[in-house]
């Protein structure tokens, strides 16, 4: 596996890690600064914000209010209401951004990059593909088949 180089997260890489009481996703969920914490929707049981260190433009995260490190610990509603709002996403970074198609995924676990669950919105394009999948001149050749 090649490794993903992103420029623009390199403060995020360097900067101190520092352990706080409360996780990160559960601040910003608890925080009336929207603004200031790129919060661009909030429903009842999970809200959306746009990544601070994104893999290209119109990055976005949907972050249910209650810090689980999988699915498993939301309700029904909980994970209902936490696909509702990343199709609601989806169609407003369609509307505004007009991308070719989205990569949207779920990290979990700490190997797989984070330790909760929100869902990640990458927006990406014939031109400039997602960099967190490989551009087409480096995708293997389609298999002709007889």
Do not use: W
């Not at 029904?76 to 936490?82: M, N, Y």
């Not at 996403?89 to 990569?103: E, I, S």
């Not at 797989?112 to 087409?136: F, M, N, R, T, Y």
């Not at 995708?139 to 002709?144: A, D, G, I």
């Amino acid at each position: 596996m090649e490794a993903l180089h992103a420029p623009l997260r390199i403060q995020y890489i360097l900067s101190p890690n520092l352990a706080p009481k409360k996780g990160l996703f559960t601040r910003i969920g608890q925080s009336n600064h929207d603004e200031a914490n790129l919060v661009i929707a909030r429903e009842r049981s999970c809200y959306a914000l746009l990544n601070s260190y994104p893999y290209t433009g119109g990055h976005l995260m949907v972050v249910p209010y209650k810090e689980v490190p999988d699915l498993n610990g939301l309700t029904e509603d909980e994970i209902l209401g936490l696909m509702k709002l990343t199709r609601d996403c989806q169609n407003a970074l369609a509307k505004v951004m007009k991308p070719d198609g989205f990569n949207i995924g779920i990290n979990l676990g700490k190997v797989a990059g984070a330790g909760k669950c929100p869902p990640h919105h990458v927006p990406a394009s014939e031109e400039s593909p997602c960099s967190c999948a490989p551009a087409p001149a480096a995708r293997p050749p389609r298999s002709k088949r007889t």
